[in-house]
């Protein structure tokens, strides 16, 4: 009976979009030359274990890649003590619940299932990297794809290992694992972000048995019903792919079948097939510490307002409970969705003296989005003919009821908007690639500023090194070295069509010209129109690298690097750099990373070298090793094809943190974001510069010190975010959004001049 109610409901949807002129579309468009047979996309299990490509490389091509990074400093005339090897330190596949559901052939640019074993593949064949951690979110894991995940791990290790007369030992590509703990609040008390968990050993008795969720199971319960409706409505509207619909059915299903683990029971005694949840960052240490497992913690996408309440501050969680150098000595500062490094001053929700919410005015550098609420409905008002004053009173009290929204969700409070008319409203201007919706309290700079001095004898600060990643959710790792394929490779997504459009964004209600309270909208109706998917769309970029020193080339040497910060940060490019502390001789005492005691004036060294130059597609010997449609699906054709020369560097900047000396300090002055900067010399891919702080031992304070590397800028995917015009007064008067959905042409790459980034890990130079 059940069924031919939805059949029935079905019937009479499908009448309505056929009378109404939108009907479905069942065809799946792609752009000419990337994949031969889209068909091919949805025959490869969701599921599948055993796709991890066993091809080795070429003896000859593993001997140059031994030497080439020595050979190519030796000819720059660089020495480098150190190995530096690149990786990923954040990777999903469509083992996560969401990267599935963007897989799913109703979304624009799905290309079908990506589970762990390409994330090997593409690591070794397309992008070549050095290392890789897999890191899925633990809320979508189930036992048995936790077990797959692991098993795909060692796969991958068993597959990179040389063999047929090469060195015995060499491995091309390190694979680790981990997972994404994937917490969110609604208000910035409930709130600490989402973190990486990483691990350094592969082995099931090296392992936690099971991950750490950051949700209650409730909520996927709930899911698992709302889907099931879904994905029966989904076959019946596209028979063609009823099979692939189902598997994500299959999967949320085995998530909500996963039994609660027991509370009060330590982590590493719990029973592996249960689902275990810590819903606070403190809760989480502590589990982790039962297990008695070397790992580290990697807070990422902190400042991306999708999902971040607007007042969120590293100010809120910053004690013992929550800070721990030791577990979390890294921050990701840039990845697919955006970078998370500089501090601006705006508020978001600035209070009055009575501690009240109230709406800023509008700068030069920053358009507030109740601002903008109040604007839009104004210019409504106008519209039917009321007068000023009265069009100018709904716009304060549509301010009003955007800032008095705790959550992400103030412009609901605007009824039936469009994307565009926020113009940029809530965006960082004159910024490198931002997030979305920037929350400037919760960037690495603004905490790397801030001090907790309940222990006056020991401060409380946060004291990370710097990584990038590309927080791919299709399992490409590392797929920021060529700017192609927006729509495929970044995570840009939304409905394929104007049918599905229909079904993913509906319309809230009628655009009238009154805003309304927190009270009186519903955002679990508006489906992705609530996630502002459109806007979004602007600020998806090609992820991040982690470039690290190594003694050696090593599981070991890897682990060693990133858990004493020899590490930094990349916007996609494999740059090379150095950043050290240097003595009177020139001789290096502090590498990057590194925490000194010091009184006299310290003096630094950076030394940088631009990334190699791409050639078009994928070298002969990869094309040989892989299967072709599996290539072409996960490269379109484009794969890491380093030439000879390197891009040039174009300048180096230095960053200089002044850490708060006593209790709220006013942390504004004590950022300096581009204290020193030096021009490069012209067309050299080499820049070396030193500099000495001559105010250090004057100030008598502990300071913390990084430098910034930009590569000659090149055509890069969304660097204009949403192309915004302006007036004459600097206002902004319209925006040309990149949208994830099928009104930006695939072949819209929205591209725009800039240069590639790398992020050095900071010197913690303490006065003593």
Known sequence: ?????????????????????????????????????????????????????????????????????????????????????????????????????????????????????????????????????????????????????????????????????????????YAFMGYEWTQVGTTKEEHYGHHNVLFKDTTPETLPSRPIAAKVKVSTVAKRDSTSKLSMMLKLLDPRHKDYYAAYNKLIDSMANTPNCEKGVPSNELPSNCYEEAITKAELYNKLNEWGIDTIVVPHGMAWGLYTPPDASWETHLNTDNVNNVLSPLIEVYSGHGSAEEYRDYEIRPKNKEGEFYCAKPTEDYLPGCWQAGEIIKKRCLAEGEPVDECQNRAVVARQNFVDVASKNGFLTVPSHQPDEWLDAEQARDMFNPSFSYRPKKSAQYGLALRNFDDENNPIGFQWGFVGSTDTHSARTGHGFKQVGRVFTSEANGPRSHFWESLMLPNDGEATAHSRTQKEYDPSTLKLRAAQVERVGSFLYLGGLAGVHVDERSRDGIWKGLKAKRVYGTSGHKILLWFDMINEAKQLTAPMGSTVQRKQNPTFKVSAVGSPIQAPGCPEYIKTSLDSNKLEKMSLGECYNPTDDRYNIQRIEITRIKPQSYPNEPVDSLIDHKWKVFQCPKNSPKCEITFTDEEYSQMGRDTVYYARVIEAAIPMINANTMRTKFNDKGEAVSVDLCLGSYLTPQSDNCLAEEGHRAWSSPIFVNYQ
């Open 1 to 173: 009976m059940r069924r031919i109610v939805i059949i029935f409901a079905v019937i009479v949807l499908m009448g309505a979009w056929f009378f109404s002129g939108s009907m479905p579309d069942f065809s799946y468009k792609i752009l000419p030359g990337y994949f031969k047979d889209s068909n091919l996309y949805w025959k490869e299990s969701p599921f599948s274990k055993t796709s991890v490509s066993q091809a080795r490389f070429p003896v000859a091509v593993v001997d140059k890649a031994k030497v080439s990074q020595v050979t190519s400093l030796t000819a720059l005339g660089v020495d480098s003590k150190t190995q530096i090897l690149f990786g990923d330190t954040h990777v999903h596949t469509t083992n996560s619940s969401d990267a599935f559901m963007f897989s799913l052939p109703l979304m624009h640019g799905a290309q079908g299932a990506f589970p762990p074993g390409y994330a090997c593949d593409y690591a070794r064949f397309v992008s070549q990297l050095d290392f890789y951690f897999l890191t899925d979110h633990s809320e979508s894991y189930t036992p048995e794809r936790w077990s797959d995940a692991v098993e795909s791990i060692n796969k991958c290790n068993q597959a990179s290992t040389s063999s047929n007369g090469q060195e015995e030992g060499y491995q091309d590509t």
